[in-house]
Antibody
Framework: QLLLQESGPGLVRPSETLSLSCTVS??????????WGWIRQPPGKGLEWIGS???????YYNPSLKSQVTISIDMSKNQFSLRLHSVTAADTAIYYC?????????????WGQGTLVTVSS | QSALTQPRSVSGSPGQSVAISCTGT?????????VSWYQQLPGKAPKLILY???RRPSGVPDRFSGSKSANTASLTISGLQAEDEADYHC?????????FGGGTKLTVL
């Protein structure tokens, strides 16, 4: 059973960098058919795709967030990570890590439970 | 504002059928057959219920079906049950990113 678990601070100050990690258990990060991604959901709103990374380290970002986002992968720890720079209150959301079919995956087969990150001073 | 447009809410009585639309453009829904639907129960992560417009993952009841016409995809839930009350999100591949709808709240009366 594949499990994804997000971890990181629940509170980030405006203008700082939001950093989250996703630990994958019950399976390997190595897959030619799947990518590892981040999706967020502001409270009471819809989902927004942030981006994804393949096991080779190739990255794909939402054009609207591209200048603000870095996604990386650490095969030795079976983890992948999200860094969102220069955050504002608009970045307050539940952040989900995910495993999706394809490099830019509309089909997400596995989700973490999600972690709420609040941007506030 | 979400890239794909869904109704904010729909409702139906047990046993009835409901449909939820998802309207995009010729650059996303209209261009690819990579449309997915997710069910999200309160306080939970979304769950994949349809992919590639109309394919169901293992374990998803055949009461859930999907279709697409031009720039609009649709999710139909037949034989509505109380446990179907949830938020439903559509999603489409859009070339260089993934677009989501704003989500639709389904109320079972």
């Amino acid at each position: 059973q594949l499990l994804l678990q997000e971890s990181g601070p629940g509170l980030v100050r405006p203008s700082e960098t939001l950093s989250l990690s996703c630990t994958v258990s019950g399976g390997s990060l190595i897959s030619d058919d799947y990518s590892w991604g981040w999706i967020r959901q502001p409270p009471g709103k819809g989902l927004e795709w942030i981006g994804s990374v393949s096991y080779t380290g190739s990255t794909y970002y939402n054009p609207s967030l591209k200048s603000q986002v870095t996604i990386s992968i650490d095969m030795s720890k079976n983890q992948f990570s999200l860094r969102l720079h220069s955050v504002t209150a608009a970045d307050t959301a539940i952040y989900y890590c995910s495993k999706g079919h394809g490099a830019i995956a509309a089909r997400v087969d596995y989700w973490g439970q999600g972690t709420l990150v609040t941007v506030s001073s | 504002q979400s890239a794909l447009t869904q109704p904010r809410s729909v409702s139906g009585s047990p046993g009835q059928s409901v449909a939820i639309s998802c309207t995009g453009t010729s650059s996303d829904v209209g261009a690819y057959n990579w449309v997915s639907w997710y069910q999200q129960l309160p306080g939970k992560a979304p769950k994949l219920i349809l992919y590639d417009v109309s394919r169901r993952p293992s374990g998803v009841p055949d009461r859930f079906s999907g279709s697409k016409s031009a720039n609009t995809a649709s999710l139909t839930i037949s034989g509505l049950q109380a446990e179907d009350e949830a938020d439903y999100h559509c999603c489409s591949y859009a070339g260089d990113y993934v677009a989501f709808g704003g989500g639709t709240k389904l109320t079972v009366l």
